[in-house]
């Protein structure tokens, strides 16, 4: 009977603490690499907003993502709109591919981030919350850094 008692018994998964270390780490390397740089204040705005819209899209806005897309992509304007755009990013990312390069694996880090956190058991507005603020902690650090090397 105890070892049927056992069984039946569910753990929770840790924390995710290696995935949300690399989003951080992954964070901080890319606004080192932004600071080296020399970037003024835009480019600062439009990282901050970028951390955000990851986190927003890989939360709270992945259903209504997928019906945007869907009715999107069922004209042929919507096919063409997508094919000219898909290529102008082709392009720019070749173009820039050390920033494209570190976007990736800003992109990545936060889904791997984002699916530990949903493993763990968090709603999406806490992993919104948990992801926002790593993120933008890694930005701080990376800057303090740079400022202090």
């Not at 819209?53 to 042929?76: F, I, M, P, V």
């Not at 806490?126 to 990376?142: A, E, F, I, P, Y």
């Amino acid at each position: 009977m105890a070892s049927k008692r056992s069984s039946l018994v569910t753990t929770r998964s840790p924390f995710p603490w290696v995935s949300l270390s690399l989003l951080f780490v992954s964070f901080g390397t890319f606004s080192w690499f932004l600071n080296t740089a020399t970037v003024n204040w835009l480019v600062w705005a439009l990282v901050i907003v970028l951390s955000l819209g990851e986190a927003l899209l890989l939360t709270t806005l992945t259903d209504d993502l997928k019906l945007l897309l869907d009715s999107w992509l069922k004209s042929d304007l919507g096919y063409f709109t997508s094919i000219i755009i898909g290529a102008l990013l082709v392009a720019v990312a070749l173009v820039w591919i050390r920033v494209f390069g570190y976007v990736l694996v800003l992109l990545a880090s936060e889904m791997l981030a984002r699916l530990d956190l949903q493993h763990f058991g968090c709603n999406r507005f806490q992993s919104l919350v948990v992801l926002t603020g790593v993120s933008l902690l890694g930005l701080l650090l990376g800057q303090v850094i740079s400022h202090v090397i």
